[in-house]
């Protein structure tokens, strides 16, 4: 199984700083149709997941422009350009290139 | 509107089944795949499987095989997962999902807690 491993495990930051999480697979998420499938999800306290973006760099309608996905092979990026009280909560990656399907471990995000 | 409305809590002792539904609404309910994702206590996501609406066809992670049986009812939109042989570590907050490019849709959740 493709294993995703995130960085940091918790993030506290101050309302209106950048917020930055990384997330790495264990193999290249490159489909052979050309595709990479990384998604990445928000999941609020007490509330189901919810996704902000997938295939990488695509955010989900609703989804406000201060999130931002990017990477490429191994090695992606989510960033919240400044971090607001609503975006308290756990992120997870999740890959859908390979069976089965897997997710990160996620990162607690936390205001300071 | 688009949603998923899943089945209430449940508890069960260990070594009985379990089958939690999920029922689209406010869509076409065969044209997107359905996954199942569960969340044990204060742990991170797990993928269980997905089923094809359409035609019924289901994979299932590694883990699960044996144990989940996934089906899905188009009279009623629903989708149905099932699983046998529960034990405590079975016990989790089990989400149906469907992911297009057009969105993710979640349900709210179903708490099944395996106890004796």
């Known amino acids: 199984d493709v294993v995703m491993t995130q960085s940091p495990l918790s993030l506290p930051v101050t309302l209106g700083q950048p917020a930055s999480i990384s997330c790495r697979s264990s193999?290249?998420?490159?489909?052979?149709?050309?595709?990479?499938?990384l998604n990445w999800f928000q999941q609020r306290p007490g509330q189901s997941p919810r996704r902000l973006i997938y295939?990488?760099?695509n955010r989900d309608s609703g989804v406000p422009d201060r999130f931002s996905g990017s990477g490429s092979g191994t090695d992606f990026t989510l960033k919240i350009s400044r971090v607001e009280a609503e975006d308290v909560g756990v992120y997870y990656c999740?890959?859908?290139?390979?069976?089965?399907?897997?997710f990160g471990g996620g990162t607690k995000v936390e205001i300071k | 509107q688009v949603q998923l409305v899943q089945s209430g809590a449940e508890v069960k002792k260990p070594g009985a089944s379990v089958k939690v539904s999920c029922k689209a609404s406010?869509?076409?309910?065969?044209?997107?795949?359905m996954h199942w994702v569960r969340q044990a206590p204060g742990q991170g996501l797990e993928w269980m499987g997905i089923?094809?609406?359409?035609?019924?066809?289901?994979s299932y992670a590694q883990k699960f095989q044996g144990r989940v049986t996934m089906t899905r009812d188009t009279s009623t939109s629903t989708v149905y997962m099932e699983l046998s042989s529960l034990r405590s570590e079975d016990t989790a907050v089990y989400y149906c999902?469907?992911?297009?490019?057009?969105?993710?849709?979640w349900g709210q959740g179903t708490m099944v807690t395996v106890s004796s």
């Open positions: 999902a469907t992911h297009s490019s057009s969105g993710s849709i």
């Open positions: 406010g869509y076409t309910f065969t044209s997107y795949y």
């Open positions: 295939k990488v760099s």
């Open positions: 999740m890959q859908g290139t390979h069976w089965p399907l897997t």
């Open positions: 193999q290249s998420l490159v489909h052979s149709d050309g595709n990479t499938y």
């Open positions: 089923i094809n609406p359409s035609g019924g066809s289901t």
